[in-house]
């Protein structure tokens, strides 16, 4: 079936529409329009992005070393297209990832449990990796496999993984992310995966194994443009730093900046980003986290989307996330809207 993101792409834009030149008051209506739209769509705070210590958020996993040989994907039932099954529920995120992505193709079975690394691909600032398991045991509904992605040279990372799919009698799917941070920019990445248990996350019933994987990613090349434009209020600032287009997705690095009287009230703060482009198209924004050397001043990283080819303009409306910490409550703080205009 086709999802609506296929039946947009269908559309003969070029034919369709044209850019034109708005005035200064289309503009501000714009941005009111933004401000509205972040009003009605409030997103739940993602304050595990948080970290208590100069430096970079980590994601915590245990994991032990293991020998294994993995084998040809041929010899277990194959999975097409393991994005498909998570596009939908990302409003079509990952529409172009299968394209631009690796195939790595590495099998291995442990305790009766057969696990494959299907794709993989590395955008230049997250690694997005699929899989598929083949078991004849019940996994579950609330089931993920239990490892992080090490990568040869990060100085910490942020991730997510994604509960098991089942997609068959026997056979489940699922996906993992994870940004790492580097001292330099790396333009190709050496990653393992060592999966130690696969949990049931309700039941906390565990089936452990060793499985064990190793491959390289060269980054999906794109085009930066460097931006320096800010928006503050309340003491606090933040900064688009940078925009960087790939064929799969669009990541862009921001920072920002509080003042110490914030900071001293509130125990996080944490800004995210809402994005719309001048045609009125609302992007899904994915949080890749960020590091700080004074534990108030951040630089984050998230990624969205391509941009589509006929904007020439985002607006970026951070919703700024105030925190005592704890679960102890939160208020939410949004800034005037950031226009860019896209480098063509």
Do not use: C
């Amino acid at each position: 079936m086709k999802t609506i993101y296929k039946r947009l792409n269908e559309l003969n834009v070029d034919e369709e529409m044209e850019p034109i030149e708005i005035s200064d008051d289309e503009k501000e209506a714009m941005k009111q329009l933004v401000r509205k739209k972040i009003h009605r769509k409030r997103r739940i705070p993602k304050l595990w992005r948080n970290v208590a210590a100069a430096a970079v958020i980590t994601m915590a996993s245990i994991t032990t070393i293991g020998i294994g040989f993995p084998t040809l994907a041929s010899q277990i039932p194959i999975v097409n297209n393991i994005f498909s099954y998570f596009n939908d529920e990302e409003d079509g995120f990952y529409t172009e990832y299968e394209e631009f992505a690796t195939g790595i193709g590495q099998v291995q079975t442990s305790n009766g449990i057969t696990m494959a690394v299907d794709h993989a691909v590395y955008d230049g600032k997250t690694i997005t990796l699929t899989y598929s398991v083949e078991t004849e045991k019940e996994l579950g509904k609330n089931t993920g496999v239990n490892a992080p992605v090490e990568v040869k040279y990060e100085t910490g990372a942020t991730g997510t993984s994604s509960s098991l799919k089942k997609i068959g009698d026997t056979q489940y799917v699922g996906m993992i992310t994870s940004t790492p941070f580097f001292d330099s920019k790396q333009d190709v990445v050496t990653v393992k995966w060592r999966p130690r248990s696969i949990v049931n996350e309700e039941t906390m019933k565990e089936i452990k194994g060793e499985w064990n994987f190793d491959f390289i990613l060269r980054e999906v090349k794109g085009e930066v443009q460097s931006v320096a434009d800010s928006t503050s209020k309340d003491g606090i600032k933040v900064t688009i730093n940078e925009i960087r287009s790939t064929d799969i997705s669009t990541v862009i690095e921001y920072s920002q900046k509080v003042d110490r009287s914030v900071s001293e009230m509130w125990e996080w703060v944490t800004a995210e980003l809402f994005v719309m482009d001048n045609l009125g198209n609302e992007y899904k924004v994915n949080g890749n986290g960020g590091h700080s050397e004074n534990e108030q001043d951040f630089y984050w990283s998230a990624t969205m989307g391509k941009i589509n080819e006929q904007a020439t303009s985002l607006f970026f409306t951070p919703e700024v996330i105030l925190s005592e910490g704890s679960g102890q409550g939160h208020e939410t703080l949004t800034l005037d809207p950031i226009e860019v205009k896209l480098e063509k």
